[in-house]
């Protein structure tokens, strides 16, 4: 019997590119959206079927689990990937837009996570894979509140890990470093006069960053490596300079790391 994957964030970018890729390979993909509308072009293939899913909505996230189960017969692999970037000056941003970053990239998952629980337990045996990111585990400017739900993911998921390896059920973090997705178009900008000289270049550096990137189907690649990978590995790095950057934030003293981060993203800034 074919596997399942089902993909919140399944509309655009990494979460579409993958659904894709998986689908291409056989499985049984149900990829998830808030808006299905958006995902009409997956439907051309026959093993892919289009759900609502609202990370928020407690009822959507249990009727698209419910309704997977109904179509296929069974979840092997939960993909949380929906997310959302919050950048700037964190003085500018308000309190609804932090909360809304919380929300999405932190409560979103837990979830999600949640409510597949019960039905990986009672088989004893799943796969839980998110796409946190390189900055979940590595810092640039004006990302401060993103980064802050990316390292509580890490966090949240280094520990759970532990309790749900008694049923079999694995954790796995896909973490990517720039990748070209329209993802650096959606994102939500904030900046004010005080420090506007500072975000707009910084800004600036950090997409010409992502215009150099590899595109996101280098990541589809590497979560069918960590679904086919039957350890308990957690971490994958992947794209551009993404895990050589994770290496030396490892190998060098933290001083040396923020200079190199900053010869390079706070270039023409004086």
Same mark, same amino acid.
Not at 15 to 31: D, H, L, Q, R
Not at 158 to 166: A, P, T, Y
């Given at each position: 019997?074919s596997?399942?994957?089902?993909i919140?964030?399944?509309s655009?970018?990494?979460g579409? +590119?993958?659904?894709?890729?998986?689908?291409?390979?056989g499985?049984n993909?149900s990829?998830?959206?808030r808006?299905?509308?958006?995902?009409?072009d997956?439907?051309? !293939?026959?093993?892919? *079927?289009? %759900?609502?899913?609202?990370?928020?909505?407690?009822?959507?996230?249990?009727?698209?689990?419910?309704?997977?189960?109904s179509? @296929?017969?069974?979840?092997?692999?939960? %993909?949380?990937?929906?997310? !959302?970037?919050?950048?700037?000056? @964190?003085?500018?941003?308000s309190?609804?837009?932090?909360?809304?970053?919380?929300?999405?990239?932190?409560?979103?998952?837990?979830?999600v +996570?949640?409510?597949?629980?019960? /039905?990986?337990?009672?088989k *004893?045996n799943?796969m839980i894979i998110n796409?946190?990111?390189?900055?979940?585990?590595?810092?640039?400017?004006?990302?401060?509140?993103?980064h802050?739900?990316?390292?509580?993911?890490?966090?949240?998921m280094?520990?759970?890990?532990?309790?749900?390896?008694?049923?079999?059920?694995?954790?796995?973090?896909i973490?990517?470093?720039?990748?070209?997705t329209e993802f650096e178009?959606?994102l939500?900008?904030?900046?004010?006069?005080?420090?506007? *000289?500072? +975000?707009?270049?910084? /800004? *600036?550096?950090?997409l010409?960053?992502?215009?150099?990137a590899?595109?996101?189907e280098i990541?589809?690649?590497?979560?069918?490596?960590a679904?086919?990978d039957?350890?308990?590995?957690?971490? !994958?790095?992947?794209g551009?300079?993404?895990?050589l950057?994770?290496?030396?934030?490892?190998?060098?003293?933290?001083?040396? %790391?923020?200079?190199?981060?900053?010869?390079q993203?706070?270039?023409?800034?004086?």
């Amino acid at each position: 019997m074919s596997k399942t994957i089902l993909i919140t964030g399944a509309s655009t970018g990494i979460g579409k +590119t993958t659904a894709i890729y998986f689908a291409e390979k056989g499985w049984n993909v149900s990829a998830t959206m808030r808006t299905p509308e958006k995902g009409k072009d997956l439907l051309n !293939y026959p093993n892919l *079927k289009i %759900f609502t899913l609202d990370v928020l909505n407690e009822t959507s996230i249990k009727q698209a689990i419910d309704d997977t189960i109904s179509a @296929f017969g069974n979840i092997d692999v939960l %993909f949380n990937n929906a997310g !959302y970037a919050l950048v700037g000056a @964190f003085e500018a941003m308000s309190q609804e837009q932090i909360k809304k970053q919380f929300d999405t990239n932190v409560f979103g998952v837990m979830n999600v +996570t949640k409510a597949i629980l019960p /039905h990986y337990r009672t088989k *004893k045996n799943g796969m839980i894979i998110n796409t946190t990111s390189m900055g979940g585990l590595i810092t640039f400017p004006l990302y401060s509140v993103y980064h802050s739900t990316k390292w509580a993911l890490e966090g949240f998921m280094e520990s759970l890990q532990f309790e749900l390896k008694q049923f079999n059920i694995k954790v796995k973090n896909i973490e990517p470093g720039a990748i070209k997705t329209e993802f650096e178009n959606a994102l939500d900008f904030v900046s004010t006069k005080d420090y506007d *000289k500072y +975000t707009r270049q910084a /800004h *600036k550096n950090m997409l010409d960053i992502y215009k150099a990137a590899p595109t996101s189907e280098i990541v589809a690649q590497k979560v069918w490596q960590a679904v086919n990978d039957n350890s308990y590995r957690l971490r !994958y790095a992947v794209g551009g300079r993404g895990p050589l950057l994770l290496f030396m934030r490892w190998l060098l003293p933290l001083s040396w %790391f923020t200079k190199m981060v900053s010869s390079q993203v706070e270039k023409g800034i004086k």
